[in-house]
DNA sequence: CTGCTAATGAGATATCATTCTCAGTAGCCC
DNA sequence: GGGCTACTGAGAATGATATCTCATTAGCAG
């Protein structure tokens, strides 16, 4: 049976509050405000059972671990921060991407990942 | 100093056989049909070598092991087929993808990935 | 051809992300 | 509140990629 902890809280509050994917390590650190204690085995076997319920989708980007973000939100795309490392979302989707396929292949699904400075490592510079 | 040596032939001339990206496995896998004895040491050495030379470009695509492929050839994107988690590129790239961004965002680069089957794949199911 | 030394091959080792173990803790039904 | 048992935390174990070590091999300049 699936019982309602503290930790499971945490770590879901954890990702709400964030707004954009986060990996197990980002999650711990964030969720560890809340909960100190908190352990890495028990973010991983949360993520896992919360995928399981449908209520994450797992966001996996090039030369990272892979993160998490609450599912339910519409059709988006990444940006990946070369100063921070942080990943946040785009809101946007350019159309026609069906036409770029060759010949006898057969598309299910797409990412467009967008690399630079996000706003706050930008100004920094 | 360098030295031209048959396993660098051969690393390079199954890159170029190929004409997608490959991973040290299948680079490894590729070029023992000219070196059977070729170990995997050297192809790691042997690509860090030819991308410090800039005749390599890396490809990462989430979830598996960094590819290379020829440098010098225009701007393309990349077909992961999940029959056989080959990858293929793709000759084109939509337009506007600018203005997909947030306020303050830098833009530097973007990597777009198509999932599906690739025409071999599709045909055997 | 000869010698110098860069390059190689095989296995050991490092590095990480992820999972496992297990004793102790704490949800939740009654 | 009590008891059953799922859940937790810390560290060990695993699995996979990438690098290192070192004795041996083989480019290439002279």
């Known amino acids: 049976m699936q019982r309602t902890t503290r930790q499971r809280e945490a770590i879901r509050a954890a990702l709400e509050l964030a707004g954009r994917p986060l990996s197990p390590q980002e999650i711990l650190a964030a969720a560890r405000a809340d909960l ?15 995928l399981a319920d449908g ?11 892979a993160r998490y973000e609450l599912a339910g939100k519409h059709h988006h795309h990444h940006f990946h921060c070369r100063g921070c490392d942080g990943v ?13 396929l060759p010949g006898g ?3 299910e699904e797409h990412e467009i990942i967008l ?11």
């Open 36 to 50: 100190p204690q908190l352990g890495l085995a028990t973010v991983y076997r949360t993520v896992k059972g919360l």
């Open 55 to 65: 209520a994450l989708r797992t966001v996996e980007l090039p030369g990272t671990p």
């Open 88 to 100: 946040f979302e785009v809101e946007a989707c350019p159309t026609g991407i069906r036409g770029l």
């Open 105 to 107: 292949f057969r598309l």
């Open 115 to 125: 690399y630079g400075l996000c706003a706050a490592c930008g100004a920094r510079r």
